[in-house]
């Protein structure tokens, strides 16, 4: 019990970090991924105005005429996100994954590719839950712009100033709006990302003779991160919509959902994809990659550094 307490705190604490370093990496393209989702918001495609034309377009654009802080808008907030939602989905995946197969199949070493997505769509539900009102800012931060502003304005000086007025302005309700959205995005998003990596990883160990180490940790993250933005972008569009406004557009996730298709096509739940994609490999390769390193390192430091007795502990 002791170990499994151990390898769970080890893995949320390294889930948490690797997190924060991919988003530091990545969170340019997440904040062009949001104004291009909001962009032209429930008007035709013909009315739409389209002031940023692409992921480098918008990059260049909002640096422009932002510089390096509009770029990095509402990065507070999302390291908090990340932290809570990575550490839940690394930490909690693996023990639900062994606690299910054993209930089902009396042996945890069993490979289930039911048991998988379940464990991970339940683990990144649960931190999506958790992290809910920091992503709510982060979108609600990023989204605003004093040049070319797209959708619902938010003037929030920071993180703390944007659960203030949040908390005042819409109650503790406003807090979570959206989070419906957020939990289906994300239950797609984790019921395939670490699946798709592990299956990759033992793929790629079994075909191509791949030994472990950091080449096939990239090679396996990065198939995943590729079936993830597919998977994940038609609710992440809706997610965005659903944070970004204060109840006035909306009301829940399948209003939202089929007003953008009516509205402005079928293909509008697809804005922002290769933004996404810019954004979601390079931070599905860092946190999967790093998150392995880390986990390793703070083995070792437990192994060389702690004490018997406390080990047993954790």
């Known amino acids: 019990m002791s170990t499994t307490l151990g390898q769970w705190n080890s893995a949320f604490i390294a889930g948490g970090i690797a997190a924060c370093g991919a988003v530091t990496v990545t969170h340019p393209f997440e904040t062009v991924k949001i104004r291009l989702q909001l962009q032209g918001e429930l008007q035709s495609k013909r009315d739409a105005p389209r002031m940023y034309k692409g992921v480098f377009h918008g990059v260049s654009v909002i640096a422009k005429n932002e510089g390096a802080k509009g770029l990095f808008r509402g990065i507070g907030a999302a390291y908090l996100y990340q932290m809570i939602l990575n ?83 819409e109650g503790t309700k406003g807090l979570y709006r959206g989070v419906g959205a957020a939990m289906v995005r994300t239950g797609f998003g984790s019921s395939v990302q670490l699946p798709t990596y592990f299956f990759a990883k033992r793929r790629l160990v079994k075909h191509l003779g791949m030994k472990e180490g950091a080449v096939l940790h990239l090679a396996s993250s990065t198939a995943s991160g590729f079936v993830v933005c597919c998977v994940m972008h038609p609710p992440d569009t809706v997610m965005s919509r659903m944070y970004n406004q204060t109840g006035n557009l909306y009301t829940g996730a399948l209003d939202c959902f089929l007003k953008t298709i009516k509205t402005e096509g079928l293909l509008a739940i697809y804005k922002g994809y290769f933004a996404h994609l810019a954004r979601i490999l390079p931070h599905t390769v860092l946190t999967l990659t790093l998150a392995e390193q880390t986990n390793k390192l703070m083995r070792k430091f437990e192994d060389n550094m702690l004490p018997g007795t406390l080990k047993e502990k954790i």
């Open 87 to 169: 550490g839940c989905r690394l930490g909690f995946y693996e023990p639900l994954r062994q606690n299910t197969t054993m209930a089902i199949f009396k042996d945890a070493n069993v490979q289930s590719l039911g048991v998988n997505i379940f464990s991970g769509a339940s683990s990144g539900i649960l931190g999506a839950a958790a992290g809910s009102p920091f992503f709510l800012v982060k979108t609600r931060l990023q989204s605003f712009s004093p040049f070319l502003p797209v959708g619902t304005q938010h003037p929030y000086k920071n993180t703390i100033d944007g659960l203030r007025q949040i908390h005042h302005n």
